[in-house]
C-alpha cells in the first residue's frame, strides 16, 4: 500500500500563530488527499477534502479560513492552521487512497498554548 | 457525519485469549478495512475485505465480509502485549472516497 510521510509529529505553537502540517506520498501519485482531525478517545473525523490543482472540499463545520488546504502537487499536501487557539489543539492526521484501501500519515500532535 | 457501530467499545483480556469485535451499518459497503492506531500514531491497515463473505487472514487476524454488506468481523487469536492499541473499521462505497469509520474498540491486556 501507499507510503504517507507526515511532518511535523508534534508541534507547540502560541496562541494566534499559524502552522503548516506537510503530507507526502512517497511511493504513490494522488491527486486526491483527506485530513483529519481526531480529539481524544474519539474517532477521526474528516475535516476536507484536497484535489491536485484545484479548491479543497470542506466537511460541514468546517471553517475553511481557518484551515487552509494546499495541494500543489500529486506527492504534497499541506494543512495551515492559520490564527491558531487553544481549542484548535488536537491530533490531525492526513490520509492518501489506493485501489487497496486508505493509507494514512503518522499524525500531527498541535498544542497551541 | 456517519459513523459505523462498533463493538465492543472497550475490552479488558489476559494474554493469550482471543479476541472478536465487530461492526455494523443500517447500510451497505463495497469495501470494509480494519485498522490498529496506537498512542500518538496514525492509523495502520491491517486487513482489507472486498466482497462479501470474504475471509482474510493477516497473521494471528482474520477478518469478515459479511454476507449482508452491513457488517464485519475482526478477530485476534493468541494475543500478546503488543496488540494493545485502538481498533477501527472503515466502510467504503462505490463512487464514494470517503471512509466511513466505526467508533473504535480499546483492546487492553492485563498482565
Known amino acids: 500500500g501507499a507510503v504517507v510521510s507526515q511532518h511535523p509529529s508534534r508541534v507547540i505553537c502560541k496562541s494566534g500563530t499559524s502552522v503548516k502540517i506537510e503530507c507526502r506520498s512517497l511511493?504513490?501519485?494522488?491527486?486526491?488527499m483527506f485530513w483529519y482531525r481526531q480529539f481524544p478517545k474519539q474517532s477521526l473525523m474528516l475535516m476536507a477534502t484536497s484535489n491536485e490543482g484545484s479548491k479543497a472540499t470542506y466537511e460541514q463545520g468546517v471553517e475553511k479560513d481557518k484551515f487552509l488546504i494546499n495541494h500543489a502537487s500529486l506527492t504534497l499536501s499541506t494543512l495551515t492552521v492559520t490564527s491558531a487557539h487553544p481549542e484548535d489543539s488536537s491530533f490531525y492526521i492526513c490520509?492518501?487512497?489506493?485501489?487497496?484501501?486508505?493509507?494514512f500519515g503518522q499524525g500531527t500532535r498541535l498544542t497551541v498554548v | 457525519g456517519q459513523q459505523l457501530n462498533q463493538s465492543p467499545q472497550s475490552m479488558f483480556i489476559q494474554e493469550g485469549e482471543d479476541v472478536s469485535m465487530n461492526c455494523t451499518s443500517s447500510s451497505i459497503f463495497n469495501t470494509w478495512l480494519w485498522y490498529k492506531q496506537e498512542p500518538g500514531e496514525g492509523p495502520v491497515l491491517l486487513i482489507a475485505?472486498?466482497?462479501?463473505?470474504e475471509l482474510t487472514s493477516n497473521g494471528r487476524l482474520t477478518a469478515q465480509f459479511g454476507i449482508t454488506r452491513k457488517d464485519s468481523f475482526l478477530n485476534i487469536s493468541a494475543s500478546i502485549p503488543s496488540d494493545v492499541g485502538i481498533y477501527f473499521c472503515a466502510g467504503l462505497r462505490f463512487g464514494n472516497e470517503k471512509l466511513t469509520f466505526g467508533t473504535g474498540t480499546r483492546l487492553t491486556i492485563i498482565p
Open positions: 511511493d504513490f501519485q494522488a491527486t486526491t
Open positions: 475485505l472486498y466482497k462479501a463473505g
Open positions: 490520509s492518501y487512497r489506493d485501489p487497496l484501501g486508505a493509507f
